[in-house]
């Protein structure tokens, strides 16, 4: 099972669901278009409560995944109401996923590699239930590209913090860095790799949702107490500075089975 949420990492609260409930394959998945057609069977791995899954293939199957049965159980509310038929949701392990051997056609995942804790056995899971020619697409982020101006001391620190908090839930902050070499690993051939840049949050809700999962963390007894108070502090200083700019790295992978 995995370590982490199919698709946040655990305690990033109602902030991080309402963010996710935000996206959507307009703005998400304009990468993974071109690999979808008529009659094929798409998988949504990490899917959250569904809104990009709902707008992936119309004239496709689409089975959203995640480890979360409250996420997919919002998931198949809005599928109904949206009256989306083709659309359907398990409850699954990125790492064991409920699906045979050569079965599917084309898998994608938005913002789940960088919360998983063995990120090559999930792609061994798709490279095993992709079909020989299937098609991958992968948007993971990486926070050492993201874009923020003024990137002040505070910053740096408030958001060192934020990443050792990902590494102990188990993810890498910088996994986009990797994703590609990564898919190699697994067996994945005709890999294509680039950046884009999205304005995910304001630059002051990014400082005040950094703040508020380190104030929470050291609310709690645990490891490197001391350093991730350091970095509240920092935070706290920042969300109450001037505005700025903030762009999120995300690295859109294309791969084939």
Known sequence: ?????????PGYGR???SMMSART????ATFAQPL??????VV??????GSITLGLAAESRVTGVDLDAGQVALARAAARRAGRSTVDYVVASAYDLPFASGSVDVAFSHALFEHLAAPLDALAEL?????????LAL?????????????TANVDAALRGHYLLRRQAGGNPFAGRVIADQCATAGFTEIVSRARYRSDMSYRDLARYVEKRLEAAIEEEGRDRDQLASAARSAWVWTRGGDGDFSQCWVEVTATR
Do not use: I, N, Q
Request: proline content about 8%.
């Open 1 to 9: 099972m995995c370590g982490v949420l199919e698709g946040y990492a």
């Open 15 to 17: 902030d991080a669901v």
């Open 25 to 28: 394959a307009a703005e998400r």
């Open 36 to 41: 979808f057609g008529p009659g094929t069977w």
């Open 44 to 49: 949504d791995l990490g899917c959250g409560p």
């Open 127 to 135: 490279h095993r239930v992709l079909k020989p020619g299937g098609r």
């Open 139 to 151: 948007s993971t982020s990486d926070w050492s590209k993201a874009r923020l101006r003024p990137k």
